[in-house]
């Protein structure tokens, strides 16, 4: 009707239309359904419109039925509560969303206008309503909410996840990662049981960790798609219901993401989901789970082995049996790092060069873990080959930078050695790089040995010269050998961590030797657990004569 | 300190010193409800009116997802707000869920609250065994995606507006459909606690003299769910109106409040 017509034929069909749009015409033929309602809410006319939309005959509608009663249960809560509320207060509505009951009881979706007549005193006459077929805005909003949900859904995914390769990369241990999947699955992916199912240590089964009872299984089903990287969606057979009946859950599903690091399958991740946790976004983000999972798993295995090896190396080269002699009392004592991983390369040596002469030995390899665990053993050993009758520190010490030459984690140690001669006390000593061992005399205040000092082992850069320096112990004094873990402190300048040890060794110069090192060590650092390594040898000299044997039982504390 | 007269969008009329009538709105809108009855009693009463929480122009912070979960907590909002005003012995009149609401304030401040007046009140939605309320849980789920489809235009951008400005409709009018509009997430809360509740055992508690209303060819509260509230509380009136439909108060204003009126009226020794 807005094109203007051309042509004769096309005035006759104007002509024609402008016939058929009659008042009448237009009103039952619309393209909206029309109501017409008394005050009281029944029908007065219909349209053929919503008649045809709807399926019912004018006599079913008209005079018969308000606009409530062709209305879906939730729409009519909606008509009562809030459209016919507002079309008092308003006079009007606009867009509101109804579904209307058809007669074959099918839901129309439509969209409803309407505005009140009223009388001059202000008296309700009737309401007149115009229905818009809503089925695809519908569906629009349809598609826009399930969107809106997936998109929340969306974001919730990615912050648990974030959430969980946080824990993952905290997690040090195999225990660590496995607690953080089984708290991960009922967090991320809405699992009510989640956990981790691991190879068994005899090459059989798998072995469960995760909450409730112990789960392990002999077969995991699905391993050979698990191997392969695939995640198994528990679509039946035997080995699941193995692992259904295991884990105790009758419905949900069970799905298992295989733990990857590289190209290996360390283990799985076995979950119970609800029956719609199965969408491929849900997949996607177990795939993703599995293989953060997977590679921490790897990690923290790794580091497990280490630390153990690192832990029973360390423990197994320090000394067991130090010299026994009446002229000398010896306490020693050893604390290794908190964290298993941190073990470091500090130990302490005590032993006879000849029958008066005893080494003392205090050193430090830098560097954690395995590796200077394995060059302080061969550093320790080497100090024990090369100390000979007639070296002395300073040959000692230049042996040793040969030595290190052929054993790169041994470079920069460092290391206080001391020879003491159990007639005199006379004392010669070096120190490579290493803090000054402490002479605690008694009657007079404690003195830190600072001759003899050069740079740590292997840093000559070609000058083969070390230094030695010598001193006399009076009888009743005591040595302090130790490492930096004890004299470092973040908040202290060295020289005042070194007073501070040395005032705690005259504060306990009247104890007996055996035992003090330990009680020394608590003093300086506490009773709790330490960052690094820490070594303490205590040596006194009582004066006395006698004979010194070699290799008697330990008298370590 | 929570002020509660903003917190409810409490609007306080008529006689400063007269008798306390308080008149408390129901699921779907807000205290514009009461907007032909109120000047009716403004004369003769001070006549308060309130928005609950997340209706209106109440303050949206205030939503609290544990206290808002059962009705006792909307019953606390209206004795906090009888306290803040010191009302005693007040008419309290409660149109669809603030009737049960109504019930539940009683209950908890019996100084406060000296009459009852029920309109529509419907202790149960959801029928059982012996016990017809007039909807099934489907139905009742049907009326969630209702308020869905309609608050996908509600703008959240648009709340304050609404929200801060009740008594200015003004503000409002170029907006559609700008009553009764409410923040959608509550209103799904909101209709959950209104239409689930089962509060049928807290009418043998009442002890106030009651008016129960009850309109003609109610869908929302049937006539036999009106006689329920009626029997279940012992020396209440019931009145039947010739006004249909859910919402007297807004469809026969004057109906109701000759209603109320008598109701309040001294009784003939």
Not at chain 2, 52 to 73: C, E, F
Request: hydrophobic share 40%; glycine share 10%.
């Amino acid at each position: 009707m807005t094109d203007a017509p051309q042509g004769s034929t096309d005035q006759r069909s104007a002509s024609a239309a402008r016939q058929h749009d009659s008042a009448e015409d237009l009103f039952e033929n619309a393209p909206c359904g029309y109501l017409s309602a008394y005050a009281d809410g029944r029908l007065a006319r219909v349209n053929q419109t919503f008649l045809t939309w709807t399926g019912y005959t004018r006599d079913e509608l008209v005079d018969r039925r308000r606009l409530r009663d062709v209305l879906s249960a939730g729409s009519r809560i909606y008509h009562e509560t809030h459209y016919a509320p507002l079309l008092r207060m308003q006079g009007s509505v606009r867009a509101i969303a109804m579904d209307v009951v058809r007669a074959d009881g099918t839901l129309l979706p439509v969209l409803l206008n309407a505005r009140q007549l009223v009388g001059e005193d202000g008296t309700v006459l009737g309401v007149r309503t115009s229905v818009f077929d809503a089925s695809d805005r519908k569906e629009y909003e349809r598609e826009l909410l399930a969107a809106r949900h997936r998109a929340e859904q969306a974001t919730a995914w990615v912050t648990g996840l974030e959430t969980v390769v946080a824990a993952l990369a905290a997690a040090s241990s195999v225990d660590d990662v496995c607690r953080v999947m089984a708290s991960a699955g009922p967090e991320v992916l809405g699992a009510r049981v989640s956990g981790v199912w691991l190879p068994g240590s005899g090459a059989t089964g798998w072995t469960w960790t995760g909450p409730g009872e112990d789960h392990a299984l002999d077969e995991l089903p699905g391993a050979d798609a698990l191997r392969d990287g695939q995640i198994v969606t528990g679509d039946g057979g035997t080995g699941e219901d193995a692992a259904r009946a295991r884990l105790g859950v009758d419905d949900g599903r069970l799905l298992l993401a295989p733990l990857v690091a590289g190209d290996r399958t360390l283990g799985a991740l076995g979950l119970v989901v609800p029956d719609t946790g199965t969408a491929p976004d849900h997949l996607r983000l177990l795939a993703t789970l599995g293989s953060q999972a997977g590679q921490a798993l790897d990690r923290a295995r790794l580091s497990d082995q280490q630390a153990r090896v690192a832990t029973t190396l360390q423990a197994s080269m320090l000394p067991t049996g130090l010299p026994a002699d009446p002229r000398l009392e010896v306490s020693a004592c050893y604390r290794p790092a908190v964290d298993a991983m941190q073990v470091g390369g500090d130990w302490f040596d005590a032993f006879a060069v000849d029958a008066d002469r005893v080494a003392l030995v205090v050193g430090d390899v830098v560097g954690r873990g395995l590796h200077a665990a394995a060059a302080m053993g061969q550093l320790r050993s080497a100090v024990r080959a090369l100390a000979t009758v007639d070296s002395g520190p300073a040959l000692l010490l230049q042996r040793l930078d040969d030595f290190v030459e052929d054993v790169p984690a041994a470079q920069t140690a460092t290391l206080a050695y001391a020879e003491l001669d159990l007639r005199d006390g006379s004392l010669v000593y070096a120190c490579a790089g290493h803090p000054p061992p402490l002479v605690v005399t008694p009657g007079r205040s404690t003195t830190p040995l600072w001759g003899g000092r050069s740079t740590p082992l292997g840093a000559q850069f070609g000058i083969h010269r070390r230094t030695q320096a010598d001193t006399v112990l009076r009888p009743g004094s005591r040595l302090a050998l130790y490492s930096d873990g004890l004299v470092e402190r973040r908040d202290a300048p060295l020289d005042e961590c070194i007073d501070a040890l040395g005032s705690v060794l005259e504060q306990h110069a009247e104890r007996a030797v055996a035992g003090v090192a330990e009680v020394i060590a608590d003093a300086v650092l506490g009773s709790g657990p330490t960052g690094d390594d820490v070594c303490l040898l205590v040596i006194g000299w009582p004066g006395h004569v006698g004979g010194l044997s070699a290799s008697a039982p330990a008298r370590t504390a | 300190m929570v002020d509660v007269l903003q917190r409810n969008n409490v609007t306080v009329s008529g006689v400063p010193d007269g008798p306390a009538l308080v008149l408390a709105h129901g699921f779907g809108c807000d205290q514009n409800m009461w907007r032909y009855v109120a000047p009716a009693f403004e004369a003769t009463h001070r006549v308060v009116r309130f928005d609950h929480v997340g209706a209106g122009g109440s303050a949206l912070s205030a939503y609290d997802v544990d206290r808002h979960a059962t009705l006792g907590g909307y019953a606390d909002d209206v004795v906090e707000i009888l306290a803040a005003l010191d009302l005693t012995d007040s008419v309290f009149v409660g149109h669809s869920v603030s009737a049960t609401i109504g019930v539940l304030a009683a209950a908890r401040a019996p100084d406060r609250i000296g009459r009852l007046v029920l309109v529509g009140p419907s202790p149960r939605y959801i029928d059982d065994e012996m016990y017809t309320g007039g909807f099934t849980q489907a139905d009742i789920d049907g009326l969630l995606e209702s308020l869905d489809s309609n608050y996908l235009g509600w703008s959240s951008a648009m709340a304050p507006v609404i929200m801060g400005n009740p008594d200015r409709p003004e503000l409002g009018s170029e907006l559609t459909n700008s009553f009764c509009r409410t923040d959608p997430e509550i209103a799904r809360r909101f209709a959950r606690v209104t239409f689930t509740s089962d509060n049928r055992a807290d009418l043998a508690g009442v002890s106030v003299p009651t008016l129960v209303l009850q309109c003609s060819d109610d869908v929302i509260a049937p006539e036999t769910v009106g006689r329920y509230v009626h029997e279940h509380i012992a020396g209440s009136t019931f009145v039947m109106l010739d006004a249909t439909g859910h919402c007297p108060n807004l469809s026969a204003p004057a109906e109701t409040v000759a209603a109320i009126s008598s109701f309040l009226a001294p009784q003939p020794a």
